[in-house]
């Protein structure tokens, strides 16, 4: 496989290592953790709950992301003709092409990383994905898929667009030379932080409606009288879940549109330090294992150079 596969996928493991216990705190706070009994971050277990299923998926998407993205800017900056500097319209849309690509490992592995991290009984990411494959197919798997769809499009957009925007606004008297990547870490990881937390701002709203969507089983209650219910087979009650625009209407009731933001600013600790590093070890392995790439890097320093005299 190439070697971006392979450096997408060590960047985005390492990032989900590192932003694990933040990522954990945001999902509780965007699903309302007051309505699950007994559901608190206890002892280091809790600090890794749901990590399996987004370590191995997120790595996957990671990878698929920053494969999907690299070929679609290619295309896109060709069919452009920008000249030597990239456009950053074409980076942006290329960055939602790579965005919607990831979707079909994006949707399963955040719904049973949700529900795993909303478990009260700290129920593992393995025994959910059975329950829910035995319980609905592969179809469950993707319950909220049109709100995740939506958020990893316009957000990958917007992630590529601010760490390319962010790279060019770096002091010019840092780029007369063409620097070692260890001279440029500092300048990585800050405009990887910025990229992260723009990311998240821009689509905070539909991940709360996704994560709602997805941990509803964990978080209605059968007498909510806003939810229709019909006996099952065993004569107990059984909830119909709620569809995104249910969801947006039951969100907006209980507590207007703050609650759409509510874990905004521990998604955005946790946004600066996942992505600062994600785009640390994508850098580093690029560099070390892919010539074209360290060509490449070199050009475009230069090419930036050159245009701000």
Same mark, same amino acid.
């Not at 795993?116 to 990411?125: C, D, L, P, R, W």
């Not at 829910?132 to 709100?147: N, S």
């Not at 769809?149 to 840092?174: K, M, Q, T, V």
């Given at each position: 496989m190439s070697t971006d596969f392979w450096a997408g996928y060590l960047s985005g493991a390492v990032g989900i290592l590192v932003g694990n216990p933040l990522d954990i705190i945001k999902v509780q706070l965007q699903a309302g953790n007051t309505l699950v009994n007994g559901t608190r971050l206890q002892g280091t277990t809790a600090l890794v709950t749901g990590i399996a299923a987004p370590v191995i998926g997120y790595g996957a998407l990671n990878a698929l992301l920053f494969v999907s993205y690299n070929r679609s800017e290619s295309i896109l900056q060709k069919a452009i003709g920008s000249g030597s500097d990239k456009s950053l319209c074409a980076?942006?849309?290329?960055?939602? *092409?790579?965005?919607? !690509?990831?979707? *079909?490992?994006?949707?399963?592995?955040?719904? *049973?990383?949700? %529900?795993?991290?909303?478990?009260?009984? #700290?129920?593992?990411?393995?025994?959910?994905a059975r329950n829910?494959?035995?319980?609905?197919?592969?179809?469950?798997? $993707?319950?909220?898929? *049109?709100?995740?769809? +939506?958020?990893? #499009?316009?957000? $990958?957009?917007? $992630?590529?667009?601010? $760490?390319?925007? !962010?790279?060019?606004?770096?002091?010019?008297?840092?780029?007369?030379?063409?620097?070692?990547?260890?001279?440029?870490?500092?300048?990585?990881l800050l405009c990887g932080g +910025? !990229?992260?937390?723009?990311?998240?701002?821009?689509?905070?709203?539909?991940?709360?409606?996704?994560? %709602?969507?997805?941990?509803?089983?964990?978080?209605?209650?059968?007498?909510?009288?806003?939810?229709?219910?019909?006996?099952?087979?065993?004569?107990?009650? #059984?909830?119909?879940?709620?569809?995104?625009?249910?969801?947006? %209407?039951?969100? !907006?009731?209980?507590?207007?549109?703050p609650i759409f933001f509510r874990g905004l600013t521990v998604c955005s600790i946790r946004a600066f330090v996942v992505n600062a590093v994600q785009w640390a070890v994508y850098e580093w392995v690029m560099v070390e294992f892919c010539r074209d790439y360290k060509t490449r890097r070199i050009e475009h320093r230069s090419s930036m150079t050159v245009d701000e005299r």
């Open positions: 980076t942006w849309f290329a960055g939602a *092409v790579g965005g919607l !690509a990831t979707w *079909v490992v994006s949707a399963p592995t955040e719904l *049973v990383k949700c %529900r795993a991290q909303m478990s009260a009984s #700290s129920e593992s990411s393995w025994s959910i829910v494959w035995k319980r609905e197919g592969l179809h469950g798997f $993707y319950l909220g898929g *049109v709100a995740t769809a +939506l958020r990893d #499009s316009i957000g $990958y957009g917007f $992630y590529f667009w601010s $760490y390319e925007l !962010a790279n060019r606004h770096w002091p010019s008297s840092i780029q007369t030379e063409t620097p070692s990547l260890r001279q440029e870490t500092p300048k990585i +910025l !990229a992260g937390i723009v990311t998240w701002a821009s689509v905070f709203p539909l991940d709360s409606i996704k994560t %709602r969507v997805q941990t509803q089983q964990s978080i209605v209650h059968p007498q909510a009288a806003s939810i229709k219910h019909r006996p099952d087979s065993e004569g107990f009650q #059984s909830t119909k879940r709620l569809g995104s625009l249910d969801v947006v %209407r039951t969100m !907006a009731r209980e507590g207007g549109l």
